[in-house]
RNA sequence: GGCGGCGUAGCCAAGUGGCUAAGGCAGAGGUCUGCAAAACCUUCAUUCAUCGGUUCAAAUCCGAUCGCCGCCUCCA
């Protein structure tokens, strides 16, 4: 059974579906008005990571993230370009989906735009002004705060706290510092929608209760997001939808912890944030994606050159051995015999444990998406069939084909789930790692130096072999002399 | 000021009451290798920021202290 952490209630709580066999979950987009950095990658990274994990659990997942694609920065960055609002959000959703799909990031199953809600958040504001909590200054329209009881119970802090720590300018038409707004009335030039206020355009919380509603229902089972989006807007979001409908919002609240630069939080506002897409012209994005995987979630993790490296270094390790499966299962066919009759007693341990994979994976993987824990586990069994494959000579030919091809579906199975190691060995240390424009040689040149530095071996001239290997070391290629004969990879 | 979180080896990072404190990187020694690399083996925290307390038993619970971070304003 699955626990996860809910900042609701700060606890490890066991997950109960609303339906069962059924997940109903929404993560917080983006707001489109520029590229979006590393921070915005993990959330995505993450929250990807557990709705397949429902899914791999055989639940039925609907999993909607949206898009804000209305907003004063939206609104100013169209202004600054002399171009449209509308252009913007179009130009940097590209922009994102882009950045997912190199990422690996699944699609959503719905990725709602707020802008193609309106009627939707506007029925919602009209629900809230009926039943009291809200009202109506010129045109703009509040949710007074004070009107929902439970207000605060998210984040863990009651009115008088905020109130004494308010140090916002305040806007002289609400009622309370603390209310907020439902419905912003248009000033001209700016996007504006028709409503029973006037013109105008929606506020930021209202979008996520109205898309949630809409494709969710009024009661879903998990929302997620960053954790500075605790305060205000998961707050203000449980606020204005239960008001409304009269029903708990969301069971289970999920928050991940930021990226952070030398400990400081990757933010716009500090400008220490790097985009996606940068990045990536850097590494490759299965390194982001198991450098954002080998930390919990919730905790803090820090960008720096060092743990991308420690992230490559660590699929340098699992493609070796992948590299080593393959190369001994090249060539033979399955062995059509039964496991138990052909596995010797020293072996059998090691099987046990290929076959086990799954089963501690999901262990991992049910103790609030310890993705850490999880990969920690993966390389754990790296080493033991790295060791099998070092002894394998000695082995019976069957038994080996067995052990090796169950621990590559093994590895196989959990790395879906993940989204990493599934790719050929071939290509991560050669397309993967030239796209990181490290070698400064064609491919055909070097496969060409490594002849002639083999034919060198052959006639025992280890000068010419030295110099040859010196030569390709300095255009960033490292050769390898295996007993299958030699490989190279970058540096 | 209010609220929340964190502090585990040189570095990254699991572990939240009880077997030998996962895993990786780096380091040291060894096997292997024409030389290398990789891989494997051995080694690498008597100790979990500090000090007290609770308990038969704590890195894990409680209190205090120090340090760091986040939210309280747009923020994943």
Redesign the pocket.
């Known amino acids: 059974m699955i626990k996860i952490y809910n900042t609701l209630t700060?606890k490890k709580e066991e997950f109960a579906p609303i339906t069962p066999g059924a997940v109903k979950m929404y993560a917080?987009?983006?707001?489109v008005y520029d590229y979006s950095?590393l921070?915005?990658a993990?959330?995505a990274v993450v929250f990807d990571v557990i709705q397949r994990y429902f899914r791999r659990k055989g639940f039925r997942v609907t999993y909607v993230r949206n898009f804000?694609d209305v907003?004063d920065?939206i609104i100013n960055r169209a202004k600054e370009e002399g171009t449209t609002a509308a252009e913007v959000a179009q130009k940097y959703i590209q922009a994102y989906q882009e950045d997912m799909a190199r990422l690996g990031v699944s699609r959503a199953d719905v990725e709602p735009r707020a802008t193609g809600h309106i009627k939707e958040m506007v029925e919602v504001i009209k629900g809230l002004i009926e039943k009291g909590h809200a009202y109506v200054v010129d045109g703009n329209v509040f949710f007074r705060v004070a009107s929902f009881a439970g207000y605060g119970k998210l984040?863990?802090?009651n009115l008088e706290?905020?109130q004494?720590?308010?140090?916002?300018e305040v806007d002289e038409r609400k009622n309370d510092p603390l209310d907020?707004a439902l419905w912003k009335a248009s000033k001209p030039g700016e996007p504006a929608w028709d409503s029973p206020w006037g013109p105008g355009r929606p506020g930021?919380h209202i979008e996520c209760t109205a898309m949630g509603f809409k494709h969710l229902g009024e009661t879903f089972d998990i929302h997620a997001?960053?954790?500075?989006?605790?305060?205000?807007?998961h707050e203000n979001e449980i606020a204005q939808s239960e008001a409304f409908s009269g029903k708990r919002f969301v069971n289970y609240w999920l928050h991940?912890?930021?990226?952070?630069i030398n400990?400081?939080?990757?933010?716009?506002?500090l400008g220490n944030?790097f985009t996606i897409r940068e990045i990536l012209d850097q590494y490759d994005a299965e390194i982001v994606r198991l450098f954002l995987l080998?930390?919990?979630y919730r905790?803090?993790?820090?960008f720096s050159d060092?743990?991308l490296?420690?992230a490559r270094?660590?699929l340098?390790?699992f493609y070796?051995?992948k590299e080593g499966i393959k190369n001994y299962l090249a060539g033979k066919m399955p062995p059509a015999v039964r496991p138990e009759q052909v596995i010797e007693g020293a072996d059998r341990p090691l099987y046990e444990k290929i076959l086990n994979l799954r089963t501690v994976f999901e262990e991992a993987m049910d103790?609030?998406f310890?993705t850490?824990?999880a990969?920690?586990?993966i390389?754990?069994l790296?080493?033991d069939v790295?060791?099998f494959?070092?002894e394998v000579e000695g082995k019976r030919e069957d038994a080996a084909y067995i052990i090796l091809s169950a621990a590559a579906d093994a590895f196989d199975n959990v790395g879906k789930t993940l989204g990493i190691f599934l790719r050929d060995p071939e290509e991560w240390f050669k397309a993967a790692r030239l796209g990181e424009g490290k070698v400064s040689l064609p491919m055909e040149k070097i496969e060409e130096y490594i002849h002639l530095?083999n034919e060198a071996?052959a006639r025992k001239d280890?000068a010419e072999?030295?110099r040859i290997?010196l030569v390709l070391d300095e255009a960033g290629v490292?050769?390898?002399?295996?007993s299958g004969g030699t490989v190279w990879k970058p540096k």
């Open positions: 700060s917080c987009g983006v707001t950095h921070g915005h993990r959330g804000t907003d920065k984040s863990k802090r706290d905020m004494a720590g308010a140090r916002v907020f930021w997001g960053g954790k500075d989006l605790i305060f205000p807007h991940n912890g930021f990226v952070n400990q400081e939080k990757m933010s716009k506002s944030f080998s930390t919990h905790s803090p993790i820090d060092g743990n490296k420690d270094a660590g340098d390790r070796t051995m103790d609030d310890n850490a824990f990969i920690g586990l390389y754990d790296v080493r790295n060791k494959i070092a530095r071996r280890w072999a030295d290997r490292a050769l390898y002399d295996r």
